[in-house]
Nanobody
Framework: QVQLVESGGGLVQAGGSLRLSCAAS????????VAWYRQAPGKPRESIAI???????WYQDSVKGRFTISRDNANNIVYLQMNGLKSEDTAKYYC???????????WGQGTQVTVSS
């Protein structure tokens, strides 16, 4: 079972940037797609960015043009570069590998992103 650890969150002012990292415990490079999710208080978890094993990307409309997902296959890390942060981006962010389009691994602890306006 792949273990995933998210990091890189923090407190940032509106308009600022953060880069989140998702480190996998074993090779995921050309096997799995990986998705970033977020969950704001009182709201369901939602997927916001996906990168396939072929590096094809998808973004939720709310983050398109501001967030970029990428992967470092050599080190089994998937990144989420977040620019132009808004207060509505405040949430706990999680990553997961995908099998048949659905999350496959156990959820990690996530990393909190708080954007002050």
């Amino acid at each position: 079972q792949v273990q995933l650890v998210e990091s890189g969150g923090g407190l940032v002012q509106a308009g600022g940037s953060l880069r989140l990292s998702c480190a996998a415990s074993r090779r995921i490079a050309d096997i799995y797609g990986v998705a970033w999710y977020r969950q704001a208080p009182g709201k369901p978890r939602e997927s916001i960015a996906i990168i396939s094993s072929e590096r094809i990307t998808w973004y939720q409309d709310s983050v398109k043009g501001r967030f970029t997902i990428s992967r470092d296959n050599a080190n089994n890390i998937v990144y989420l570069q977040m620019n132009g942060l808004k207060s509505e981006d405040t949430a706990k962010y999680y990553c997961n590998i995908l099998r048949n389009g659905t999350p496959y691994a156990s959820w990690g602890q996530g990393t909190q992103v708080t954007v002050s306006s």
